[in-house]
């Protein structure tokens, strides 16, 4: 898979990742590719000038990033649907963007508008890094069968996220 995926066109290498099962880690490099897209553009959406805006734009990025890793997973995400993995993500992740809301306010203020987005939106691509490591991990459990989306209720994976979140900062945090 590798040497195919070397000598195809690059235009070409999302279908070929998308389509094949042989290779996770193929599937882990294309879809932290994508992640790294989302968190440029979640931290660039952290100066948007108004404050809590940025939170507005946000979401839907990272709602179309979990829908994009779902894609290269070949992960049907209509057929499981974001409505019992969103509600359970945002539920882990809702403590961090209570957190970061307070420091959007600083925008407002003249002098501190630019440091304001720096904090917004590097608060903002933290989470967005954290939500697509642990979706990243989600959907490789699903693609090997250790979870079965349409056979968890929403609890019991909001349970699954927790505990691969607290995995996940474990081995970022000092």
């Given at each position: 898979m590798?040497k ?11 279908s ?11 599937k ?7 992640l790294a ?25 990272q ?8 894609e290269?997973?070949?992960v049907?995400?209509?057929?499981h649907?974001?409505?019992s993995v969103?509600?359970?993500l945002?539920?882990?992740?809702g403590?961090f963007?209570s957190?970061k ?6 925008k ?6 630019f440091?304001?987005?720096?904090i917004s939106?590097g608060?903002?691509?933290a989470?967005?890094?954290?939500l697509?490591a642990v ?8 693609v ?8 968890t209720?929403?609890?019991?994976l909001?349970d699954?996220?927790?505990?691969l979140?607290?995995?996940y900062?474990?081995t970022k945090?000092?």
């Amino acid at each position: 898979m590798k040497k195919t995926y070397q000598v195809i066109p690059e235009r070409l290498h999302d279908s070929l990742v998308n389509a094949q099962k042989a290779s996770i880690e193929l599937k882990r490099k294309q879809a932290q590719s994508k992640l790294a897209l989302f968190v440029a553009t979640t931290f660039g959406e952290g100066f948007i000038p108004v404050p809590m805006s940025d939170s507005v734009m946000m979401i839907p990025t990272q709602i179309e990033m979990l829908r994009e890793i779902a894609e290269v997973y070949g992960v049907d995400i209509e057929k499981h649907t974001l409505e019992s993995v969103v509600p359970a993500l945002l539920g882990v992740f809702g403590a961090f963007s209570s957190g970061k809301a307070l420091f959007s306010y600083l925008k407002a203020i003249p002098g501190l508008n630019f440091a304001g987005g720096l904090i917004s939106g590097g608060v903002g691509a933290a989470i967005t890094t954290a939500l697509g490591a642990v979706y990243i991990q989600l959907m490789e459990l699903v693609v090997t069968g250790k979870v079965n989306l349409e056979a968890t209720t929403s609890k019991e994976l909001q349970d699954i996220l927790v505990k691969l979140l607290k995995t996940y900062l474990a081995t970022k945090m000092p």
